[in-house]
Every structure is written in C-alpha cells, then in structure tokens.
C-alpha cells in the first residue's frame, strides 16, 4: 500500500468511526436513558425532601402524643386522688377545676393531633410512592442499558477493529504526514485528503487552471489542494 493509499483508507477508516459514532449516540436507548435520569434525580430531589418533611411530622405527631399521654395520665391521678377519702368543699372544687382543665387540655390535644396524623399519613403515602417510583426507573435504567448492549453490540466490534486499523495506517505515515492530516481532518470535518479526478479535486470540485494542473502533475504525488488547502493526492486511483 502505497502513503497515498494509506492516507486515503485513513481518511475512509475515520470516516467510518464518525458515523458508527453518531450511530451509537443517536440509538433511542440513549434518549431514553437521559429521559430516565432526569426523572430519577427528580425523583430523588423530592424524595429527600419528602423524608425529611416527613421526619419532622414523626417528631410533631411523637411529642403530641407523649402530650396527650401526660394530661390522661394526670387527670388518672387526680381523679384517682379525688375518689379517696373525704375531702374539703374546697378541695373538691379544686380537684374539680382540675380535671376540667385537663379536660380541656385533652380536648385541645386530641383536637392538634388529628391533623398532625393526617400530614404524616400523606407524607408516608407519598415516601411510598416517590420510592416506587425510584425502584420503576432503576428497573427501567437496567432493562434499557441491556437492549442498548444488546443493539450496539456490532457497532463496538466494528468501532474496535477499525481503531486497531487506525492505529495501524497511522503508524505508517511519516509524522509530519501524519500532522499535517489530523490538522486538516479536524478543519475539514473528516474530508482532509482528495484525488484528482482529471483536473478536478474529488472533494471541493473547483476546476484546475491548466498552470496549476501542470504545476501538480509535475510536483509531488501529495501535495496541498490550491483552492481548499486539503491534502491532495494528484495520481489516480490505482495509479503507482
């Protein structure tokens, strides 16, 4: 293989690592998991805030509780202390007062309590379902990174074996050859070298003035396009 064809197949080998590439990133699988990981962080953004309100009502529901514990179990006492033996008229007056306002304090209790439950019952409600959630798009995240595997399986073999051959042709080349050519791939989108077809240059197409077509053919079989500046090889295909 002669440097003009080994620039060519070059040319050809990056081509084709181009669109296996974009092949790869525009597979659907990949949308989807870019879908599903923003519904995952999503997911576990409210999630946290979630347990955390959710904590925080554990903690108001507990010391209502322990509120409402109290106040039962003093107004025991007290009635407890009211039923033994004989006490005063003012005595009982106050053990009266005593348990009305505990009463009152249950009654208040109770009252707060209620829709302190409820809070919390809607935030475990919710925890549930933000973690079923979470657990459907990790499934999911499983399930779509196997059939994208799966679905690229070829295409990584390919992008692998032409890598190897990459390697291989740019190994070849001279390295001032070699830069030359990567500093126009990178300009040129991947078209960095083109043949003479007559006196027409296969990739910018625009005409050879019979001057310059003469200076090429007599020059070196890889030279630089006067027009667009790609590499340009100024034998045919085939050509020795």
Do not use: W
């Not at 949308?31 to 576990?44: D, F, H, N, Y």
């Not at 202390?81 to 304090?105: N, P």
């Not at 500093?183 to 006196?199: D, I, P, Q, S």
């Amino acid at each position: 293989m002669t440097v003009a064809d080994t620039l060519v197949r070059l040319q050809e080998v990056d081509l084709e690592l181009l669109k296996h590439a974009s092949t790869l990133s525009a597979m659907p699988q990949r949308k989807r998991l870019q879908t599903i990981e923003l519904a995952a962080r999503k997911v576990s953004s409210e999630l946290k805030g979630i347990v955390g309100q959710r904590k925080d009502a554990e903690t108001e529901v507990a010391d209502a509780e322990e509120a409402l514990a109290h106040y039962r179990e003093k107004t025991v006492e007290v009635q407890a202390a009211a039923d033994a033996g004989e006490h005063t008229h003012r005595e009982i007056r106050d053990f009266e007062q005593q348990l009305t306002s505990l009463a009152k304090r249950i009654e208040k209790s109770e009252y707060t309590l209620r829709p302190l439950r409820e809070r919390l019952e809607r935030l475990e409600r919710a925890e549930r379902n933000a973690r079923a959630t979470a657990e459907r798009l990790e499934g999911e995240r499983t399930a779509t990174e196997a059939t994208l595997a799966e679905a690229s399986s070829t295409l990584r073999s390919d992008i692998v074996r032409l890598s190897r051959e990459r390697d291989e042709l740019a190994g070849r080349l001279e390295p001032t050859l070699l830069e030359r050519y990567e500093t126009a791939r990178k300009r040129f989108k991947g078209l960095a070298v083109e043949r003479l077809r007559g006196n027409v240059p296969s990739v910018c197409r625009v005409k050879l003035q019979p001057s310059s077509f003469h200076d090429l053919a007599q020059g070196d079989e890889i030279t630089e396009c006067p027009y667009c500046h790609r590499i340009l090889i100024t034998s045919e295909e085939g050509q020795q």
